[in-house]
């Protein structure tokens, strides 16, 4: 047996144990109480949490956690194309590293924490309410989140049994099929399934008949079943499940004459992703407030994500070109298989919030396993092979190389939080968190050819323990306006980099396989407004981050990729945003963020030709270079989101929404700053209910805008990902 589902298996008692042993002797509820109480999006407290704009939460427009990006000033979703695999979602400029780095921004899907960015199950289903919790949020929540929280919860059963079918057809053959089934079981429980399945021909073609077209395929559900005992303990159980085949990545090389949305591959590029997750919650009642309690487990395969770097590397491209053309055609392809099974438990008390103090415990514990592959294969020099072009005219040899790592982190976390009131106006929130985390990583790599010596294997360890406190205060100035000032100091735990293995390099400090903790001092002040009864709100925010050893990963020039510290960054911006419903009928909802982010200090792992063994000349790709005066990557200089929603008749509702990102900055490895220039966004949808039909038109970047998600500068060129250009589609669906 896997011995992480044997660690899962063996804390359901004691996660049972624990549920029962604060079983309150309460009067049973029926059903109609059973149902999770939410605060809705247009009562939110815009001090505590920010909304994302209801209008633009269609099921036919947000159908992954990507599409959230922009919608709340700050958040941005780097989207790499293969599902949540290489994504960075950041939240005023703090955020994770692409492949190694631990996560920023925590991730509560229908609260089971997901404890990577890369592994999220990016689909999602009928979504009930969408929250953004920014600035440190380790005290409130089990999870480590120094940048903030994306806290998404799924419709939930109601009290009358519900089956609802939905089919949608759009753009590029996108078809999309979707049975939603949920209820009551009996006075004191409820059940709930969901089963998707989607395809599309994508939009990404390859004009080479030898290669796949950016196609997908996806097939993924959700189930579960929720009770309450006799005694008022709150039962619940479930799991998601989600595959996911992508014919090609939507990789495209910038400023080509082939077309924006055009590749031209010989190669069968494919990406495939598999994962499951169960889990099991208790919550119940106790004499001081409550306890609540979530075990999940999460399995993760990617297996393969295949890549032609022929194509997707300009400096490749020409050199395979030239190869070609003198009878010596060599392939250059990057295959990635990833394998991540987890663990995760979340215990809580809590207070009543009825009175002047409240008060949480956390302790959270997480192990996770990763077992990955990485098979390259490239063309070699055989002669001047110390020509720091790298490319020449000579012979090249066909290479490879094969890389096996294992990984292991375990985390374990003690957090408490208290908001006391002082007066009637003001209020004090302190929290504070211990972390301890330790990881492993085991790494061995093989070169196919015989003068490039084998690294030697690599098993090394590493102990990170801090404190994280944090302090807030909220003074109401009336019955509507609430200023507020919150402090807290966080970190990211460091680790390691398993694509470094050239000693050379490593000796002369240009790479390095362990990177340090990163250390975040977040500060901000706000103003906010809310007015239950005309059903309007606003909040004005200012925020600064101090960082050290700010993580962010680079290639060195050569074959390693890693996670290097900036020694000091700093981060400002600010923050507005608003709702109303001036009318019943009509909700108008809107967002402007800007981040302005610097590396101020950068002196380390920079290359020194004086210090390097082999007595290699000056190397324009490796360095020196320095990285301070640079912006912060992976985040737009602006964000602003619109929209505006209207229920004309009882059968017919439209919503109009734009989402403008800003200039993003992205840094390769000589610190060359590449701008991915900003992008407007404008989606729209019209529902008609007719006899118990639901009739949905809707239209994504209706303007048709060329843009790229992201781009990826660890290739020569910068090749970009290409976003979604226009897509009309009609959705039908009928509950039963």
Known sequence: MNKTVLKFLLILPIHAFAGLMILSAQTPERLSELKVS?????????????????SNLEPQITKSVSDLSGLSPNLY????GIQSYGDVISVRGIGNTQLFGDPAVGLYIDGVPYGSTATFSSALFELYSVELFKGYRGHRFGKNSPGGVLNIKSQSAGKNHRSKLFVSYASFNTQ???????????????????????????????????????????????????FRTAGGLRIGIGGTWEDFDLGAQPVVQRNANSGFYKRSSDQNEVGAIRSNTQFLKFE???????????????????DPNFLDLN?????????????????????????????????????????????????????????TEIDGVADRHYPVPTVAQN??????????LPGSSITRYKSKNDSYALSTYLSQSLNNNITLEVGLRFDHITKELRRSKTNSLPFMVDPADLSVSEKYSWISPSIGFKKALNENFTTFLNSSLARKPGGFSPYVDTQALIAAGVVNIQYKDEKIWANELGLSFNNTQNKSGLS?????????????????????????????????GLEFEFYANPQDDWLIQGSYGITSGEIKRHTGLSYDPSYDPLGAPANPILGPHDFAGKDVPFTPEQTLSLSLSNQMTEDLVWSSGLTYIGKIHYLDQTATDTVNNSYLLWNASITYLINQWELNLFGKNLTNKKYYSSLVTSLTGAPGIVGSPRVIGLGISKEF
């Open 387 to 396: 020509d720091p072009t790298y490319y020449n005219a000579g012979v090249m």
């Open 311 to 367: 194509y997707a590397d300009s400096g490749l491209a020409l050199v395979s070109g030239f190869l070609e053309s003198v009878g010596n055609p060599i392939d250059s392809s990057s295959m990635i298989k990833e394998e991540h099974d987890g663990w995760s438990e979340e215990l809580t008390a809590f207070s009543d919030n009825d009175g002047s103090r409240n008060w949480t415990i956390t302790i959270f514990a997480n192990n």
């Open 284 to 302: 119940s009642e106790t004499e001081f407030g409550g306890i609540s309690s979530t075990t999940s487990r999460t399995y993760w395969e990617l």
């Open 38 to 54: 939410e605060t809705s999006l247009t009562d939110l407290d815009l001090s505590r949490a920010s909304i994302l704009a209801e």
């Open 540 to 572: 004005l925010v200012f925020f600064w981050n101090d960082i050290t050893d700010f993580q962010f990963e680079k290639p060195s020039g050569a074959f390693d990729y890693f996670v290097d510290n900036a020694e000091e960054v700093e981060i400002h």
């Open 176 to 226: 999309s099929y979707r049975l939603l089934v949920d209820g009551p079981a009996g006075d004191y429980a409820s059940y709930y399934f969901g089963l998707n399945r989607s395809k599309s021909d994508g939009f990404a073609d390859n004009t080479n008949p030898l290669g796949n077209d950016a196609t997908s395929e996806s097939l993924n559900g959700r189930i579960g079943y929720d």
């Open 77 to 80: 979703i780097n989207s790499n």
